[in-house]
């Protein structure tokens, strides 16, 4: 591999050349069979990084210290993984599910307690309890779409989960209609 460097914000980076690797490590990356947009692959290019390695490296000018998350190796298998997955797989005494979601309940994300969520559903619901108490000091309010205030449950219209006012929805459907009335007609 060829070193060659590129200088980003007073910072010298290695650049590295097309079929290698892009977290830096050196590897020769394989030819894509099947494009993939969210992968940035073409058919018939080579990969931008070895399986496992997206991103991840002290050479990508985007690597953010693993945004916040202190990355440990593995003890059983040859890779490097987040500190509070292994805690969480140590508490459980056995792999996470593939769908468990780490929650940290002191919002760092360095120490403190976590809990583990079946899901990023759930995981969405603990912070949606976490921000309504923290604003209104109910974890069981809901917020309106419309009004963007917090309010009981029981003074709202509520369905999957979500609530609104029945009298911002009203205003707000009366306004849209007049909108497409004014569209059509002007």
Same mark, same amino acid.
């Given at each position: ?17 097309? =079929? ?86 002191? =919002? ?54 979500? =609530? ?23």
């Amino acid at each position: 591999m060829a070193d060659h460097q590129v200088i980003i914000n007073s910072q010298v980076y290695k650049l590295i050349p097309l =079929g290698f690797c892009a977290c830096g490590c050196g590897g020769k990356t394989t030819i894509a069979k099947r494009g993939e947009k969210r992968k940035k692959m073409t058919p018939g290019r080579p990969m931008r990084y070895l399986s496992g390695h997206n991103q991840r490296g002290e050479n990508n000018y985007r690597w953010k210290n693993g945004a916040g998350y202190k990355h440990i190796k593995h003890p059983t298998m040859p890779i490097v993984v987040r500190e509070h997955r292994l805690l969480a797989e140590k508490a459980l005494g056995k792999p996470l599910p593939i769908d468990a979601v780490i929650h940290h309940v002191n =919002g760092s994300k360095r120490g403190g307690s976590l809990v583990i969520c079946q899901n990023t559903g759930y995981h969405r619901y603990l912070h949606q309890r976490e921000r309504a108490l923290k604003i209104c000091g109910h974890a069981t309010w809901l917020r309106c779409p419309y009004c963007k205030k917090y309010d009981d449950p029981t003074n709202m219209y509520v369905r999957n989960g979500h =609530g609104r006012h029945k009298s911002c929805h009203t205003k707000y459907e009366t306004l849209r209609c007049h909108k497409r009335k004014n569209q059509i007609t002007g």
